[in-house]
């Protein structure tokens, strides 16, 4: 959406031979032309102002509004007012939807200015940056609960009733190709209006129910340093413990954001990471995002949400995945969080007791590393002859033979289902 914006700023300029700016009817800034005149009064104090912090003073307000920009529908110029810091003529095109002004585009004006024809050309490129302005206040409104409602209903006409909402909400653009992204965990109660989260078309929170998946044991370290804590008695990634993300939605349980995502294409995520990326400045650096495939429409948002849950989970389980993760990107967790809750399977559950969090640890690197002792070795910084002691005692605990692909996958998935 700031890219059409751009690109409509920049079309205004190239027809009236003047930078232009862009202004929601709040006077923030929303885009801006290139300014690369070499006259230095084509930059007044209230332009830099504007560009600078993205907002106009008061005084800079009240002198605009003082000559009918919110209700004019057509050029409207204005002379300039050093006393309020206005120090050159202006041009405002107001910016229009059905009668409704939802910003402005923002001319200096010298002679002989701009012909009335090039006005003309300029207020149409006006009202289409107008429906651009409006199809976002519309998905700026208070979609929450229609969101939240898609993604909670079980399928079925609840659901379809849900999905029926939304739709009718988001309007054209509900038909669109968009990723949606799961942000956890997220601090409070309230999500942040679209607007402030770039190509945002609706956001929620909700308490996170992640998609079903092996159960008990869970944490989120790794290395020797959880290896060490588990072995203290703290949850380390293979001590048991319940899910780090209970489904339970009472006072305190963690909650998650949702945030639906407008794509141009479904080869460019961008707009979801940057928006993922946005919002864990908010959320806090404890806080990882999950990215779903893009799909057109919303008839698919349940398994959206449930993949957006999953590469979130993931990401919490094994850092390294995050702590931005596309679901596309998790590898063995796609299949892991989309599992029935399960106990550990019972050759492994001793190995999965704190006290021999380092054995696990070293089966875990080990089966990572297909079972190449001399890589295994150096990835934990330890001689082969202790590697092998350490793997004799991995097959002693859990009665499995390592030389054994099936009891090796078998070791393996049960070590990657603890750190969930």
Not at 207 to 236: D, I, L, Y
Not at 312 to 341: C, D, E, K, V
Not at 354 to 378: K, N
């Given at each position: 959406?700031?890219?059409?914006?751009?690109e409509?700023v920049?079309?205004?300029?190239?027809?009236?031979?003047?930078p232009?700016?862009?202004e929601?009817?709040?006077f923030?800034?929303?885009?801006?032309?290139?300014?690369?005149?070499?006259d230095?009064?084509?930059?007044?104090?209230?332009r830099?102002?504007s560009?600078?912090?993205r907002?106009?003073?008061?005084?800079?307000?009240?002198w605009f509004?003082?000559?009918?920009?919110?209700?004019a529908?057509?050029p409207?110029?204005?002379?300039?007012?050093?006393?309020?810091g206005?120090?050159?003529?202006?041009?405002?095109?107001?910016v229009?939807?059905r009668?409704?002004?939802l910003?402005?585009v923002?001319?200096?004006?010298?002679e002989?200015g701009?012909?009335?024809?090039r006005?003309n050309?300029?207020?149409d490129?006006?009202?289409?940056?107008?429906?651009?302005?409006?199809d976002?206040?519309?998905?700026?409104?208070?979609?929450?609960r229609?969101?939240r409602?898609?993604l909670?209903?079980e399928?079925?006409w609840?659901?379809?009733?849900a999905?029926?909402?939304?739709?009718?909400?988001?309007?054209?653009?509900?038909?669109g190709?968009h990723?949606?992204?799961?942000l956890?965990p997220?601090?409070?109660?309230?999500?942040p209006?679209?607007?402030a989260?770039?190509a945002?078309a609706?956001?929620?929170?909700?308490?996170?129910?992640?998609?079903?998946?092996?159960?008990p044991p869970?944490?989120?370290?790794?290395?020797?340093g959880?290896?060490?804590?588990?072995?203290a008695g703290?949850?380390?990634?293979?001590?048991?413990g319940?899910?780090p993300?209970?489904s339970?939605?009472?006072?305190?349980?963690?909650?998650?954001?949702?945030?639906l995502?407008?794509?141009r294409?479904?080869?460019?995520?961008?707009p979801?990471t940057?928006a993922?990326?946005?919002?864990?400045?908010?959320?806090?650096p404890?806080a990882?995002?999950?990215i779903?495939?893009?799909?057109?429409?919303?008839?698919?948002l349940?398994?959206?949400?449930?993949e957006?849950?999953?590469?979130?989970r993931?990401?919490t389980?094994?850092?390294h995945?995050?702590?931005?993760?596309?679901?596309?990107a998790?590898?063995p967790?796609?299949?892991?969080?989309?599992?029935?809750?399960?106990?550990p399977?019972p050759?492994?559950?001793?190995?999965?007791?704190?006290?021999h969090?380092?054995?696990?640890r070293t089966?875990?690197?080990?089966l990572?590393?297909?079972?190449?002792?001399?890589r295994?070795?150096?990835?934990l910084?330890i001689?082969?002859?202790t590697?092998?002691?350490?793997?004799?005692?991995?097959e002693?605990?859990?009665?499995?033979?390592?030389?054994?692909g099936?009891?090796?996958?078998?070791?393996?998935m049960?070590?990657?289902?603890?750190?969930?």
């Amino acid at each position: 959406m700031k890219g059409d914006y751009q690109e409509l700023v920049d079309e205004i300029s190239a027809l009236l031979g003047t930078p232009a700016t862009l202004e929601n009817r709040d006077f923030g800034l929303i885009a801006f032309g290139a300014h690369d005149s070499d006259d230095d009064t084509a930059m007044d104090p209230v332009r830099t102002r504007s560009i600078l912090t993205r907002k106009s003073t008061p005084a800079v307000r009240a002198w605009f509004e003082g000559f009918g920009i919110t209700r004019a529908t057509g050029p409207v110029r204005i002379p300039a007012a050093p006393d309020a810091g206005v120090y050159r003529d202006r041009i405002c095109l107001p910016v229009r939807h059905r009668g409704v002004v939802l910003g402005y585009v923002w001319l200096l004006d010298a002679e002989p200015g701009p012909s009335h024809e090039r006005l003309n050309a300029a207020m149409d490129v006006a009202a289409r940056i107008g429906e651009l302005l409006a199809d976002e206040e519309r998905a700026g409104a208070d979609l929450s609960r229609e969101l939240r409602a898609t993604l909670t209903a079980e399928r079925g006409w609840q659901y379809d009733m849900a999905v029926a909402a939304l739709r009718t909400a988001l309007g054209p653009d509900a038909d669109g190709l968009h990723a949606l992204v799961c942000l956890a965990p997220w601090p409070g109660e309230t999500a942040p209006s679209p607007r402030a989260v770039p190509a945002a078309a609706a956001l929620c929170d909700l308490p996170w129910r992640p998609v079903a998946g092996p159960a008990p044991p869970a944490g989120t370290g790794a290395g020797a340093g959880a290896g060490a804590a588990a072995g203290a008695g703290s949850s380390g990634p293979y001590a048991a413990g319940p899910a780090p993300y209970a489904s339970g939605a009472g006072p305190g349980a963690p909650r998650a954001l949702a945030v639906l995502v407008r794509l141009r294409s479904g080869d460019n995520l961008s707009p979801a990471t940057a928006a993922a990326g946005r919002l864990r400045d908010t959320a806090g650096p404890a806080a990882v995002a999950g990215i779903a495939p893009p799909r057109r429409g919303l008839a698919d948002l349940d398994a959206s949400w449930r993949e957006a849950s999953a590469a979130a989970r993931a990401a919490t389980a094994q850092p390294h995945l995050g702590p931005l993760a596309q679901w596309a990107a998790i590898g063995p967790y796609r299949m892991l969080t989309a599992l029935p809750p399960a106990e550990p399977d019972p050759a492994v559950r001793a190995l999965l007791a704190p006290a021999h969090a380092e054995l696990a640890r070293t089966a875990e690197v080990f089966l990572d590393h297909a079972g190449q002792a001399s890589r295994t070795a150096g990835a934990l910084g330890i001689h082969r002859q202790t590697l092998y002691y350490r793997l004799s005692r991995v097959e002693q605990l859990t009665g499995l033979d390592l030389d054994a692909g099936e009891d090796r996958l078998l070791l393996h998935m049960a070590l990657k289902a603890a750190r969930l």
